[in-house]
């Protein structure tokens, strides 16, 4: 049974587990995912629009375009498996670039559970696992921070299954719309077809700050020495590989440098 009007004990302000039934007044509904949800929703509305759109220009089929955000639901790595395809790279290839780009995601979910003292429903979780995008991660982490007690499983199922749904619906509008019916709207379409690189400067110069300047740096020239010498693909892997590398090697220094200044 649970007691909303009965104050939480301090044990309960700590580390220590938490009773279940202690604290189901205090968690967020299904309904709070849902409006939580909205400013995912509203980003992710016209990035999807424009996938639909640049996937059915590439040559897929409006059912493709969206079986791809159904399925891979991968943001900007949708982009880059289409261009790969179309431009006639094998299968195996496109995919094992894309698993590339998106494998900070196997870390998404071990760090939410580390956070969590609560018993996980499995139905549930496959539905939010699913779903545990950048910003999905983010808004759960800043949810769980602020107080672990107001998360919940429906708040987390909400707010990805609402989110997945935007990003699905905005495809179809793009597909649908890509096929044809924007000719008449050559500047909408223009504007449509550049949130790609558009999207990809964003992410280059957010990171442009002191502190990653040598990741980026290490990540440039890998990319760019892959894109001369051999191909786009390469080029990619390339880059990861350069960024992942750089960041480990900064923050070795960083750590031997703060060691030195302590001794």
């Not at 309960?12 to 299904?30: C, E, Q, V, W, Y």
């Not at 760090?111 to 759960?140: C, M, P, Y």
């Not at 909408?188 to 990809?200: D, G, I, Q, S």
Request: net charge positive; aromatic share 10%.
């Amino acid at each position: 049974m649970s007691i909303p009007d009965t104050p939480v004990p301090d044990s309960l302000s700590s580390n220590a587990p938490i009773n279940d039934h202690m604290i189901t007044g205090k968690r967020a509904s299904f309904i709070e995912g849902v409006f939580d949800s909205l400013p995912i929703v509203i980003g992710y509305i016209p990035i999807s629009f424009a996938f639909g759109l640049s996937a059915v220009k590439l040559g897929f089929s409006p059912l493709e375009a969206i079986f791809f955000s159904c399925v891979i639901y991968a943001g900007a790595s949708q982009f880059v498996i289409t261009a790969l395809l179309s431009a006639g790279t094998s299968l195996w290839v496109a995919a094992l670039t894309v698993m590339a780009m998106d494998i900070r995601h196997i870390l998404y979910g071990p760090a939410l559970r580390h956070r969590l003292n609560q018993k996980l429903s499995k139905k549930k979780t496959v539905i939010w696992a699913f779903g545990l995008t950048d910003e999905i991660f983010a808004a759960a982490t800043t949810k769980l921070i602020k107080d672990q007690r107001s998360w919940s499983e429906n708040w987390m199922v909400a707010i990805a299954m609402c989110s997945w749904l935007s990003w699905v619906l905005g495809t179809v509008a793009g597909a649908l719309l890509g096929n044809g019916y924007l000719e008449s709207y050559p500047a909408v379409e223009a504007a449509m077809t550049f949130m790609l690189p558009a999207l990809f400067l964003s992410f280059l110069l957010s990171s442009f700050k002191k502190q990653n300047s040598y990741c980026v740096i290490v990540a440039l020239t890998g990319a760019l020495t892959g894109v001369m010498l051999f191909s786009i693909p390469v080029a990619i892997l390339a880059g990861i590989v350069g960024g992942c590398l750089g960041a480990l090697v900064q923050d070795h220094t960083a750590q031997v440098r703060k060691k030195a200044s302590h001794d």
